[in-house]
């Protein structure tokens, strides 16, 4: 995928979240409604900061764009996953990692180069 498309992905993992949040609070269970609104939280906000990223083209910027969509893929998708397939949750601390990372990241670029 080309890096330019990432603020197109941004807006559609937001719409996702959307939809996942109002499944968590209309038709999940309680043992799973925390994992759910925890993911929809977490995958709108990192869509938001890959959208807003979207004119940052440092290699810098590049990278932790990608470490926030991977950690997005992992934090999230792991907590849906568990929920929707009983699967585990062993990739969420990974998917945490990379989204500290990509913060670190996003937070270098904008100091060298406001």
């Not at 990192?46 to 959208?51: E, N, P, T, V």
Request: glycine letters at 10%; one cysteine or more.
């Amino acid at each position: 995928m080309r890096l330019q498309r990432l603020p197109a992905v941004g807006a559609a993992i937001c719409s996702l979240s959307v939809a996942l949040g109002a499944y968590a609070s209309h038709a999940a269970s309680a043992q799973d409604q925390h994992r759910f609104a925890l993911a929809a939280l977490f995958a709108f906000a990192h869509g938001l900061a890959l959208i807003a990223m979207a004119a940052r083209t440092s290699t810098l910027a590049s990278i932790g764009k990608l470490f926030l969509l991977g950690g997005i893929v992992l934090f999230s998708g792991s907590l849906a996953a568990a929920g929707f397939l009983a699967t585990s949750t062993r990739a969420v601390p990974i998917g945490g990692s990379l989204l500290i990372l990509g913060w670190l990241l996003a937070a270098a670029d904008y100091w060298r180069k406001p």
